[in-house]
């Protein structure tokens, strides 16, 4: 009955604030995921105030700007869908031609071995994301 | 090298103004499945300036909520994906246990036949969405 992102952190941390958290969990077809995860646990996006969803969309967006800069995707996918675990949280994924699924989404069937991605620190994915968020103290 | 999005509507116009429009493809799995289509040919969110993001995100959450009210969906799914189409379009889809793919994304591969939705038309989605975003012209 528990929920796993209350109870755990859902990857490797790389931004927080009292709001959301942005992790980076180990999925080794794609080094390029990121999850920004509410603190509350709250299932869809219009159970939240105006205010509250542009806050969390805006984390969104910062994230999309670190892939970007750092994995030079292809092409960047966005969802929230929360079917197994209905406390929000958005996927955040730097796709590129030569992944395990392209075009087709993650979570349909692999259609090839993912190429090698580029080797991105999480150092360096916390600095990216700093540089549009701010620090925040963890 | 055409665009279908530039070149067509992509479903039936439930809602449209001079910056998006609001679609209703034929999905027979999925009534409660619509598109936020950009008008710009555009790639990705963070090619648009912040208060554009918000202003599609904004169209997406009325989606979300004329969803919520009138099929009371167990969970509803947000993405962004674009990789077969870079021209920025969301969808927003209402889902229900007994669908065909829950709790799975709707692109993994079916489980059953879906239960049938509860019938709602497109005139019922047009007011839905004229409360939440008012009417505009065609």
């Not at 992790?23 to 077809?29: D, L």
């Not at 105030?49 to 030079?72: D, G, K």
């Not at 994924?93 to 190429?115: E, K, M, Q, V």
């Not at 360096?124 to 994301?129: H, Y």
Request: proline content about 8%.
């Amino acid at each position: 009955m528990g929920c796993e992102l209350c109870e755990g952190e859902g990857g490797s941390i790389l931004w927080r604030d009292d709001f959301c958290r942005v992790v980076r969990p180990v999925v080794p077809e794609y080094p390029g995921l990121l999850r920004v995860i509410l603190r509350r646990h709250v299932a869809e996006m219009t159970d939240l105030a105006p205010a509250e969803r542009r806050r969390l969309m805006e984390t969104v967006f910062a994230c999309e700007q670190a892939l970007r800069s750092l994995f030079r995707p292809d092409k960047v996918n966005l969802a929230s869908l929360g079917n197994q675990v209905p406390h929000l949280h958005w996927h955040v994924i730097a796709r590129h031609r030569d992944d395990a699924h392209f075009p087709n989404p993650i979570w349909s069937p692999g259609l090839r071995t993912a190429a090698p991605s580029p080797a991105v620190s999480d150092q360096a994915l916390r600095e990216a994301l700093e540089r549009v968020l701010g620090v925040k103290a963890a």
